[in-house]
């Protein structure tokens, strides 16, 4: 089944929102797959953050989603991270691509996703991916595509852009 979450751009709520704290942690088990989100601070997130637990807590699965028109993050897959598997999805004019800052527990996964023509967030953020605090939780970051090349992008004050040059034999 595939869902369409429409809205105005760039609006403050959240696209999907898992909602979970240290008193009434979510509990895991989350399936999050193939959504289209459209506007928001964050197009697919939870709390808390930076709590153990995090926003998923563990044993998740985020993949196959289209993410746009985000304020901050695409994907936050920040705090937690025990078995959290982000992969296959595509994210696109948000602020970041994917948050994983930081997982406390791991292993989080992050693998085959697209991020392409970001746009600079509410906050000046710009980056494929946000990675926060110092942890000894283990993440996983194979096989993704980072495309740097939007006008937002490239216009970034003290950005360096190169155009491609083909080189003779």
Same mark, same amino acid.
């Given at each position: 089944?595939?869902?369409?979450?429409?809205?105005?751009?760039?609006?403050?709520?959240?696209?999907?929102?898992?909602?979970?704290?240290?008193?009434?942690?979510?509990?895991?088990?989350? *399936?999050?797959?193939?959504?289209?989100?459209?506007?928001?601070?964050?197009?697919?997130?939870?709390?808390?953050?930076?709590?153990?637990?995090?926003?998923?807590?563990?044993?998740?699965?985020? *993949?196959?989603?289209?993410?746009?028109?985000?304020?901050?993050?695409?994907?936050?897959?920040?705090?937690?991270?025990?078995?959290?598997?982000? *992969?296959?999805?595509?994210?696109?004019?948000?602020?970041?691509?994917?948050?994983?800052?930081?997982?406390?527990?791991?292993?989080?996964?992050?693998?085959?996703?697209?991020?392409?023509?970001?746009?600079?967030?509410?906050?000046?953020?710009?980056?494929?991916?946000?990675?926060?605090?110092?942890?000894?939780?283990?993440?996983?970051?194979?096989?993704?595509?980072?495309?740097?090349?939007?006008?937002?992008?490239?216009?970034?004050?003290?950005?360096?852009?190169?155009?491609?040059?083909?080189?003779?034999?």
């Amino acid at each position: 089944m595939r869902n369409s979450i429409l809205g105005a751009p760039r609006n403050y709520g959240d696209g999907i929102y898992v909602l979970s704290d240290d008193n009434r942690p979510s509990g895991g088990g989350h *399936s999050i797959i193939n959504n289209r989100v459209w506007g928001g601070w964050d197009g697919i997130g939870g709390d808390e953050e930076y709590a153990l637990h995090g926003g998923f807590d563990q044993d998740s699965m985020i *993949s196959g989603n289209v993410v746009s028109n985000c304020w901050d993050d695409g994907i936050q897959a920040e705090g937690g991270g025990h078995g959290v598997i982000v *992969s296959g999805n595509d994210v696109s004019r948000c602020g970041t691509g994917i948050a994983f800052a930081a997982p406390t527990t791991g292993p989080l996964a992050i693998t085959y996703n697209r991020i392409h023509d970001l746009t600079r967030g509410l906050l000046g953020n710009l980056n494929c991916f946000k990675v926060g605090e110092p942890t000894q939780a283990v993440t996983y970051l194979n096989h993704n595509d980072c495309e740097v090349d939007s006008p937002a992008e490239i216009g970034w004050p003290g950005a360096h852009h190169q155009p491609s040059q083909q080189v003779a034999d």
